[in-house]
């Protein structure tokens, strides 16, 4: 069973601080990695998405892919309280599941002004 | 413009009535997948189809069923067979196998 796991939060960080969300993955093999923001009562949206180790930059939001150690996080910079919502981490595994995306049960942040 | 069309965005039913939540997209995407949330929790995959005529049961198809008559449709229908329908479903489609999924906006089921 190909797992994605998240600490459920909730996180809590003051305005203007970076917020870390962080992502593990069982399969070793998994190809793209995507992350979602969802508010409460809406539909998640997609705000990064990582195929390379490494990091990726938009605007104030950086994904870092380290698959040696099957692990992706995300970074918000200059926090903002429309920044609070749960965030979903989704992988793409080699095998199994199809081909389907699976997706970590998210971890709820909170930005306090 | 280019998305997915949930309808409608809330519906009530009652006990032992089937009803069919709506997913159009114009995307000209090949796989269309129907998911489940619950308070608190996180996706679960209920139904997907991967091309036309053919789709396949998730970790939760049981009182659920769905068509793939057309591309752009992928309507999923709630029987009275499943025990605890109140809940978010979500209507994505996806391109392709490594590309990202595109959500609709939503249809939210209350059973009265």
């Known amino acids: 069973q190909k797992e994605v796991e998240q600490n459920s939060g909730p996180l809590s960080v003051p305005e203007g601080a970076i917020a870390s969300l962080n992502c593990t993955y069982s399969d070793r093999g998994s190809q793209s990695f995507f992350w979602y923001r969802q508010y409460s009562g809406k539909s998640p949206e997609l705000i990064m998405s990582i195929y390379s180790n490494g990091d990726k930059e938009d605007g104030r939001f950086t994904a870092q892919l380290n698959k040696a150690s099957q692990y992706v996080s995300l970074l918000i910079r200059d926090s903002q309280p429309s920044d609070s919502a749960t965030y979903l981490c989704?992988?793409?595994?080699?095998?199994?599941?199809?081909?389907?995306?699976?997706f970590g049960k998210g971890t709820k942040l909170s930005v306090k002004p | 413009d280019g998305g997915i069309t949930q309808s409608p965005k809330y519906l009530f039913r009652k006990e032992g009535q089937n009803v069919t939540l709506s997913c159009e997209q114009n995307?000209?995407?090949?796989?269309m997948y129907w998911y489940r949330q619950d308070p608190g929790q996180g996706l679960r995959l209920i139904y997907y189809s991967q091309i036309v005529n053919d789709f396949q049961k998730g970790d939760i198809a049981e009182g659920y069923s769905v068509s793939r008559e057309k591309k752009e449709s992928f309507p999923l229908t709630v029987t009275s067979a499943q025990k605890n329908p109140t809940a978010f479903y979500l209507c994505?489609?996806?391109?392709?196998?490594?590309?990202?999924?595109?959500f609709g906006q939503g249809t939210r089921l209350t059973v009265v």
């Open positions: 989704a992988v793409n595994p080699l095998e199994g599941s199809q081909g389907n995306l699976i």
């Open positions: 995307l000209n995407h090949d796989a």
């Open positions: 994505a489609s996806r391109g392709s196998r490594n590309t990202e999924a595109f």
